[in-house]
């Protein structure tokens, strides 16, 4: 019995200091399929609407991350692959969060020029937006508002939950037409100190058992 509140102690001491301390970021990758960008069909814009939930049958990390995802996202980008369209200045996209926090991808980029199964990753390290006037390849750029509200830095802080993500996609102009393989979110999460508190205190539950 000593023994086993000296544990119960030392496991206290840990809890403490793992609910203090910053836990390490845990990769996340999750991805979802795309399906047909529609034409803008007359007088009303073609919309394309992708959802993605962060869990694990959409992980694309074995062992999958902890689920629910809670904790403070910390960097976050997103891959769009398999991405046609005849008149890349044609599309809109946007990326939701679960919140309803909406970042501008893509505006108007690419005018003149049709985009073919490229695979674009978005983030706030790139070098540079994709062409206003040239036509949009595989690559690696920065989202639209990158300059005006932050970016993907925007969700830091927010939870990735298991909640549903979308990726809103609008053909604003009327003779074209594409689709989308998939798109991919991923990033790193660091999970709430509670978290870590818990995984300790289970440990002493599961000894106290063990000992009856």
């Known amino acids: 019995m000593k023994r ?4 119960a102690l030392c496991l206290g001491v840990v809890a403490v200091q793992a609910a203090s301390a910053r836990a390490v970021d845990i ?3 999750f991805t ?3 399906g047909a960008i529609p034409d803008i069909g007359g007088q ?8 993605l939930t962060m869990d694990p049958a959409h992980s694309d990390i074995l062992p999958a991350p902890p689920y ?3 904790g403070g996202i910390t960097s976050l980008e997103l891959q769009l692959t398999g991405l046609t369209h005849t008149s890349g200045g044609d599309l809109d996209i946007y990326l939701i969060d679960p919140f309803g926090k909406t970042l501008e991808i893509i505006t108007d980029r690419g005018n003149g020029f049709g985009i073919s199964n490229a695979t674009l990753i978005f983030n706030d390290t790139a070098a540079g937006l994709p062409p206003e006037n040239g036509q949009i390849v595989s690559g690696t750029y920065l989202p639209e508002d990158s300059n005006t ?3 993907f830095a925007k969700y830091n802080g927010g939870s990735g939950g298991t909640d549903t993500w979308i990726l809103l996609v609008i053909d604003d102009s009327a003779g074209d037409q594409g ?8 990033g ?6 509670v978290t870590l508190s818990l995984l300790a205190l289970g440990a002493l539950v599961f000894l106290r058992r063990r000992r009856a």
Do not use: C, H, K
């Open 32 to 34: 979802a399929d795309g």
């Open 149 to 151: 509200t932050g970016g």
């Open 44 to 51: 009303t814009e073609g919309v394309s609407v992708f959802s």
């Open 179 to 186: 689709g989308l393989g998939s798109f991919t979110l991923r």
């Open 188 to 193: 790193t999460v660091v999970p709430e100190p």
């Open 68 to 70: 629910p995802m809670v």
């Open 27 to 29: 990769p996340f990758s």
């Open 4 to 7: 086993l509140s000296i544990l």
